[in-house]
């Protein structure tokens, strides 16, 4: 079986490019030195550490994230651009250089929180405001059934003393148990005997006859 010359040559010049591409890919991958990156993940207000943030780079699919001190530290090569998300937070992009003098890099990264508006959304059970209107106008009133016994006062009372604490109600009781704290840490509880304004108004209670019985 014969080959021509010209064929041969075309082979052997494919050959050699694809060796010397390869030669080529691997110097450049070796020339890359491994840097260990590490650092600190602050907040806005670059007081609070950020804790749960996402930290990779995403051509080579490896990554870490930071622990509740807000520290994290990884492998990279030079070049690699390593990535930080968090949710509720911007993303930022850190690149790491070229050339780096020794093996290390240390960050401090503030992180910026990202505020998304959405627009004001209506719910109606109809489409257009006018429709909803003349549906209230034509409604009839006599037609709905309205029990008045469960509008009794026993029947409120006992709805009231069943229902749970409001979160207004909730938070004047932890206001008030935490202003009751602060006191009781820089000094004694205040005693009502010992008021002199108390016994004032008590004595102005006792003079206007606020204790006597009202048959």
């Known amino acids: 079986?014969?080959?021509?010359?010209?064929?041969?040559?075309?082979?052997?010049?494919?050959?050699?490019?694809?060796?010397?591409?390869?030669?080529t890919n691997a110097q450049n991958t070796q020339e890359k030195k491994v840097i260990?990156?590490?650092?600190?993940?602050l907040n806005a207000?670059?007081?609070t550490a950020v804790a749960g943030v996402n930290v990779y780079v995403p051509t080579k699919?490896?990554?870490?994230?930071?622990?509740?001190?807000?520290?994290?530290?990884?492998?990279?090569?030079?070049?690699?651009?390593?990535?930080?998300?968090?949710?509720?937070?911007?993303?930022?992009?850190?690149k790491v250089p070229q050339t780096v003098e020794g093996d290390k890099i240390s960050l401090v990264l503030t992180m910026v929180q990202d505020e998304i508006a959405l627009g004001e959304i209506e719910v109606m059970p109809y489409p257009t405001e006018e429709e909803f209107k003349q549906a209230v106008l034509a409604m009839n009133i006599e037609d709905i059934p309205?029990?008045?016994?469960?509008?009794?006062?026993?029947?409120?009372?006992?709805?009231?003393?069943?229902?749970?604490?409001?979160?207004?109600?909730?938070?004047?009781?932890?206001?008030?148990g935490q202003m009751q704290q602060i006191q009781d840490r820089?000094?004694?509880?205040?005693?009502?005997?010992?008021?002199?304004f108390a016994w004032a108004e008590?004595?102005?209670?006792?003079?206007?006859?606020?204790?006597?019985?009202?048959d």
């Open 1 to 23: 079986m014969k080959v021509s010359i010209p064929y041969l040559s075309i082979f052997l010049f494919f050959a050699l490019l694809a060796v010397g591409t390869q030669n």
């Open 36 to 41: 260990q990156l590490s650092g600190i993940i």
């Open 45 to 47: 207000d670059s007081t």
């Open 61 to 94: 699919g490896r990554g870490t994230s930071s622990n509740h001190f807000g520290y994290f530290s990884m492998p990279v090569a030079e070049g690699d651009s390593v990535v930080f998300s968090f949710v509720g937070l911007k993303n930022q992009t850190f």
């Open 146 to 176: 309205l029990d008045r016994g469960n509008l009794s006062p026993q029947m409120l009372l006992r709805w009231a003393e069943q229902m749970p604490a409001s979160g207004n109600e909730n938070f004047r009781a932890f206001q008030s």
């Open 186 to 196: 820089y000094g004694p509880r205040s005693f009502p005997l010992l008021n002199p």
């Open 202 to 214: 008590f004595i102005k209670s006792i003079k206007r006859g606020d204790l006597k019985s009202k």
